[in-house]
């Protein structure tokens, strides 16, 4: 039964991607919402994408960083790269970069983007000793 349920809302969630790649966002807002309802943490992160962005729903920063946040906590990429490029640059969360680095580390043990990330970030400030650490250890 769990594993059922499981599979419906990641179904939702890939309703809610096509969407998007029609650009049919309130659409695909009103979609994640449900899967943020039901626990999903990809559908968090994606859902504080179009927040952040202003699609389907109007612009709020404040708002993507709690989705973001929460998709972050439970391990989803999109969470720990959004979240960590919110703390490099400090955009509505105060400015850390040795937790930005963390969190794209995490990111990019899961996936190439948070390592394409980490990387683009080494190559504007190369002399960032985190940033160095982080990609050695990768």
Known sequence: ???????????LYFQ???????EHYAYA???????????????AATL?????????TERNLETAVKFWEFAA???????????????WTGQVVGQDKQKAVNLLEQAARLDDWGYEVLQELAQEE????YLQEALKRL
């Open 73 to 87: 906590q439970q391990g989803a990429v999109e969470g720990l790269v959004n979240m960590g490029v919110s703390y």
């Open 48 to 56: 504080g994408t179009l927040y952040a962005n202003g699609l389907g």
């Open 29 to 43: 807002f009103q979609i994640l919402q449900e899967t943020v309802r039901q626990g999903l943490p990809e559908g």
């Open 1 to 11: 039964m769990e594993e059922n349920k499981t599979q419906k809302v990641v179904d």
């Open 126 to 129: 190369p002399e960032n000793v």
């Open 16 to 22: 809610a991607v096509d969407a998007m790649n029609k």
